[in-house]
């Protein structure tokens, strides 16, 4: 029987602990390959704790391959080699040293801000100083000034297909704010479940603001359905239109699966964060889950922080209407955090059609650094052992890396001719077995030509096995 000291008073939910001990004891080797696990109930009883925390533990460790279930017989260990284990980037062995020279840094939150309109910008800022000066003093609607809200539904209607009215919009001051408020909205003891791998941070503030929050495992469609419902998971928190960072388009079928399991109870709700959807090089923009659900299970994301600039802390979601009166009751005491001068002056350069033009141009750019960066890979030496996906969306590629070296040597080679990169497994909330150890994720859309042409060569140099 597994014995292992849980701590209730720990940060950690009881849950995490077990799977940690039994994850540990396998790696191990302490539980064998093959060994049958304890029945739920038995070891529930065996560590007086409740079934729920033995069936989330080893939903946990089925979902990440430790161990595996037979129908009628139970869990068991499953077999898998030593070489298989996941090794983190922040377990790399081979460290990068803090003063090594960065020239290139292919980071994946960067945008080009010297193309920002900043004489359309200040010339409306005037007019707002000039024409509402006194609305300025005001306080505004805790959901955000209403001709802001009304710019958002147009932009909606005519970009993502989404009919929706402006009292389904609030607006926050980034999606991170907004997603606090999401949770209080739906309730802290709710089954939480985000991407596995994800944006980090996604992870980190459900993880802050509620104890039940699982890590929902990718396959080639998305987020997997089977995943969700082993975790009894109620709402779920996703990147539809464009994974990050895996870049995956979630297919029709999978999001109309999605939607059946969100509809079949009153109680489960998505949350689609559509981050960068203005961003997509081929083909028509994907349709929003949003426009897709008829039962107003979806609660949708969107903001202006990659589209404009990192510092204009400005976002919004689009909340079902039977989830409104609720907002205002319970959180309608808020301020609206982003300031009145700032709402104003964006729903002028939204009215006046400079939002749609700003898009466009930037389109243009991103697409071409995107196809400098990937025509410099194939040119070079690195297309005999450079995969590129994830191109047809976004501000980053993944590239996968066949010469033979695993993520740490792949980083630190780099760093030795002055490039950073990233490693997938940094974008990884809980580990997984079987991860890929030789895929980088490049974000392109904060360096110029120049730079981008001078990285690809010095990864070249990095990566290219003498």
Same mark, same amino acid.
């Given at each position: 029987m597994i014995t292992c000291n849980l701590n209730v008073n720990s940060k950690n939910p009881l849950y995490i602990q077990l799977y940690s001990f039994i994850k540990q004891e396998i790696e191990s080797e302490n539980i064998g390959c093959g060994e049958k696990l304890p029945s739920k109930r038995a070891l529930a009883a065996h560590l007086k704790i409740s079934v729920i925390t033995v069936e989330n533990a080893y939903a946990q460790l089925l979902a990440e391959g430790y161990i595996t279930s037979k129908p009628g017989s139970g869990f068991y260990v499953e077999n898998f080699a030593e070489t298989d284990k996941v090794s983190f980037a922040s377990e790399i062995s081979e460290s990068i040293p803090e003063t090594m020279p960065i020239h290139y840094d292919f980071r994946t939150n960067r945008i080009d801000t010297s193309d920002f309109p900043f004489s359309t910008w200040a010339k409306l800022s005037r007019e707002v100083l000039s024409e509402q000066s006194v609305d300025l003093l005001n306080a505004c609607h805790h959901q955000g000034i209403l001709v802001l809200r009304n710019e958002i539904a147009s932009y909606l209607k005519e970009f993502r297909g989404m009919t929706v009215d402006s009292e389904q919009i609030v607006i926050g001051a980034g999606s991170e704010y907004l997603t606090g408020l999401i949770i209080q909205l739906l309730g802290r003891d &709710?089954?939480?479940?985000?991407?596995?791998?994800?944006?980090?941070?996604?992870?980190?503030?459900?993880?802050? &603001?509620?104890?039940? %929050?699982?890590?929902?495992?990718?396959?080639?469609?998305?987020?997997?359905?089977?995943?969700?419902?082993?975790?009894?998971? &109620? %709402?779920?928190? %996703?990147?539809?239109?464009?994974?990050?960072p895996l870049g995956i388009v979630m297919p029709v079928s999978r999001r109309q699966e999605l939607l059946r399991w969100a509809n079949s109870r009153a109680d489960r709700y998505i949350i689609e964060d559509d981050y960068d959807s203005e961003f997509r090089y081929a083909g028509r923009p994907i349709p929003t889950l949003q426009s897709m659900d008829k039962n107003g299970s979806v609660i949708y994301m969107g903001t202006f922080t990659k589209s404009l600039a990192p510092s204009m802390r400005i976002s919004y979601m689009v909340l079902p209407k039977q989830l409104c009166g609720r907002f205002t009751t319970r959180l309608g005491f808020y301020s609206c955090t982003v300031p009145v001068f700032e709402q104003l002056t964006l729903a002028k350069f939204m009215e006046n059609g400079h939002f749609e033009r700003h898009i466009s141009r930037m389109k243009k750019i991103y697409r071409q650094r995107r196809d400098i960066l990937c025509i410099k890979i194939s040119e070079s030496k690195l297309e005999n052992f450079v995969k590129i996906s994830g191109c047809d969306a976004g501000m980053h590629l993944l590239l996968t890396v066949e010469n033979g070296m695993k993520q740490n040597e792949l980083l630190a080679s780099a760093a030795r001719e002055g490039v950073k990169v990233y490693g997938l497994s940094e974008y990884y909330s809980f580990p997984v077995t079987n991860m890929p150890e030789n895929i980088i994720v490049a974000g392109f859309s904060g360096l110029n030509t120049d730079q981008l042409v001078k990285g690809a060569e010095a990864l070249e140099r990095a990566w290219c096995l003498k």
């Open positions: &709710n089954a939480y479940g985000v991407e596995n791998p994800g944006y980090s941070k996604i992870y980190k503030i459900f993880s802050a &603001n509620t104890s039940r %929050v699982f890590p929902i495992p990718m396959d080639e469609k998305g987020a997997s359905t089977e995943a969700i419902s082993g975790f009894g998971v &109620n %709402v779920l928190h %996703v990147t539809p239109s464009h994974h990050f």
